[in-house]
């Protein structure tokens, strides 16, 4: 006999998935037989939309998170690339060699020279280097900043909120790259201004993420219980509600990578950002797209596929980490 | 001396209707050990009653007159800047929530939720806090606790989560236990065996038990005393029996006849012979 409590249990032609009592997360599969699921007296039942999207594959391998998989793969090969790539590519990427600029493909230097003659592999991989080390570290700060700023408002709301949401209103309001832009200009170019300027612009991001989820976060019966049960705001904002929104900065931080990428590429495109001689993506497109009229596309052709391959890989990271890092219940 | 008195507690909030009072001269005296039942239609005041016990009422609700004493002292004047004594949840006064699923937090590993507050206050170290934590999750009856202090609460089911809400609440050892239906979202058997775990707990410690349902069967099996709640008002207030034997209200008689009992097949009357502290009720 089925559960007496549960009153609402479908009858036997009922399509599966419709019945309420299917337990809330962990993926509750329609049972294929067409019989009623087992239900649970009192759960709430909450229809938890289990595929936006699925991809046409074999079961095997839609069991693993592609997207995650990829993105690693792709993001992992380039970092190990530019990690001992330079152990091979002896050549110094600063060495001038203006005989030689413009060089084709030879032994040494598999993609040739630029203009300076300089070896390009060698550029692209010391480039890289210092790219995507910007970019990671400039989200760490933002992350932090952001993350505080935004549990901050939320959680006390009033006046807090206000301050704290209106200097992110003055942030926003100007275009992201001309902030940035005007920012490094002023503090003059270099690593140090990247980092300062990042963070004083994309904290915005994530305070907002951060406080969205907050105002739901506070809401719930858990921080109550919190409460209820002596812990003071201070623990219960860094110990339960901040880690509840970390998921979504971490989702966020994915696609902030790629931003910052295009930001140093983009600043030192316009000289304004790795200071020359220091080798670096954006600095060798921008040399690059001089010459391209006269044929020479290795120098734009290399960095500008390496931006698009990392942001690829960033976005399709994010994606995955999507699936994984909800909270489940 | 009481180890818990509301004393004529009167609520006002501000909705969107204008103000309206929520709480009306609401008195309730709960002797140390003792287990009480509040009972009460929906919107009767009941949840306020407890929220108000905790100094959490939502915002908008304003205690407008009457005092809560803790051991005679009055907790809602006496913290910091004359408000309510925040040092008393916990650790005096502690509280059971009704859906386990949503009181836990998620990401948080059972074992650390259930001695967060104590780790927080006594400072304890990451490894007698677990000790702690396996320790207590043993006594409220947790199979394998030493495996289950590593799960997150969706990996339990409803009832272990409840019992991990009950071992949170009880691991600062307060003297009084507030229930907000803590039953109610869980299984008919799950349910009789987290009320077992009630009436242990309730008689191993000698907690003060202020018990509130809707549901007059699970009084029956747990409280000496009951408190029947209306419009923001206590209407009756009794020993268990008396009450269930001879209401005095009419409100009481109706709320008494609207419980099916499961051994007569009608619904029980109002009669002398309504033994339903020895009934397991079924709604």
């Known amino acids: 006999m089925s559960d007496p409590l549960s009153s609402a249990s479908p009858s036997a032609g009922a399509p599966a998935g419709t019945g309420p009592g299917a337990p809330s997360g962990l993926g509750p599969t329609p049972d294929p037989s ?46 190990l690339l530019l990690a001992i790539g330079p152990l091979f590519v002896t050549a110094d990427p600063n060495r001038q060699d203006l005989l030689n600029a413009f060089g084709g493909s030879s032994a040494a230097h598999p993609l040739g020279t630029d203009q300076l003659g300089r070896d390009i592999l060698a550029r692209f991989l010391h480039g890289g ?18 993350t505080a700023l935004g549990a901050l408002a939320g959680y006390f709301g009033r006046w807090v909120d206000i301050v704290i949401m209106r200097l992110a209103d003055i942030v926003s309001a100007f275009p992201f790259y001309v902030l940035v832009i005007v920012l490094v200009f002023v503090m003059g170019n270099g690593m140090a201004s990247i980092f300062v300027a990042i963070s004083a612009v994309s904290w915005v991001a994530y305070a907002r993420i951060v406080r969205g989820e907050v105002l739901v976060l506070r809401e719930e019966e858990f921080v109550s219980a919190c409460r209820a049960s002596g812990l003071t705001t201070p623990r219960i904002l860094s110990r339960h509600v901040i880690p509840n929104t970390v998921s979504q900065g971490i989702i966020y931080a994915m696609s902030d990578i790629v931003l910052n990428i295009g930001v140093v590429v983009t600043l030192s495109f316009f000289g304004l950002g790795i200071v020359p001689p220091t080798a670096d993506w954006g600095q060798m497109m921008n040399d690059g797209q001089q010459y391209m009229g006269t044929g020479n596309y290795g120098l734009i052709l290399w960095p500008g596929f390496a931006v698009v391959l990392v942001s690829l890989a960033l976005a399709l990271i994010g994606d995955g980490l999507t699936n994984i890092l909800k909270p489940r219940r | 001396m009481p180890i818990l008195e509301v004393d004529s507690l009167t609520v006002d909030i501000d909705g969107e209707v204008g103000r309206r009072r929520i709480l009306d001269d609401v008195s309730i005296t709960l002797e140390a050990g003792e287990p009480m039942g509040l009972v009460g239609e929906s919107g009767s005041g009941k949840s306020m009653t407890l929220r108000s016990i905790l100094g959490m009422l939502p915002p908008g609700a304003e205690i407008v007159e009457g005092e809560i004493r803790f051991r005679g002292t009055n907790i809602l004047t006496s913290g910091s800047r004359r408000g309510y004594d925040q040092r008393i949840r916990g650790t005096g006064i502690s509280m059971v929530f009704q859906e386990p699923a949503i009181a836990l937090n998620p990401v948080m590993k059972v074992g650390r939720q259930i001695t967060d507050a104590v780790a927080e206050h006594k400072g304890l170290s990451k490894r007698s806090a677990h000790e702690l934590a396996v320790e207590l999750m043993d006594r409220v009856g947790i199979a394998d606790p030493e495996r289950r202090a590593h799960s997150y609460p969706f990996q339990l089911s409803g009832g272990m989560r409840q019992r991990v809400m009950i071992a949170a609440a009880l691991v600062q050892e307060p003297e009084v236990l507030l229930c907000d239906e803590p039953t109610t979202a869980l299984d008919v058997t799950i349910q009789a065996q987290v009320l077992d775990l009630f009436r242990t707990m309730q008689q191993e410690r000698g907690l003060g038990l202020l018990y509130v ?19 923001g008002r206590i209407i009756e207030h009794g020993v268990l029996q008396s009450v269930f034997d001879d209401p005095t209200e009419d409100h009481t008689r109706k709320l008494l006849t609207a419980t099916p009992r499961i051994d007569d097949g009608v619904f029980a009357g109002t009669g002398g012979d309504a033994s339903a502290g020895t009934s397991e009720g079924a709604r």
Do not use: E, Y
Not at chain 1, 34 to 52: C, D, L, M, N, V
Not at chain 1, 129 to 146: E, N, T
Not at chain 2, 218 to 231: P, R, W, Y
């Open chain 2, 213 to 231: 349902t809707h549901d007059l069967a699970v009084v029956a099996q747990l409280c000496q005393s009951i408190s029947v709640m209306k419009d």
């Open chain 1, 129 to 146: 280097r210092i790219d995507l080390l910007v970019a990671v570290i400039a989200v760490i700060v933002p992350f932090i900043l952001g």
């Open chain 1, 34 to 79: 067409g019989k009623p699921p087992r239900t649970r007296g009192g759960t709430a039942a909450r229809a938890t939309p289990q595929a936006r999207f699925a991809l046409p594959l074999p079961a095997f391998l839609r069991r693993h998170n592609l997207q995650l998989w990829t993105g690693l793969i792709i993001l992992g090969a380039m970092v």
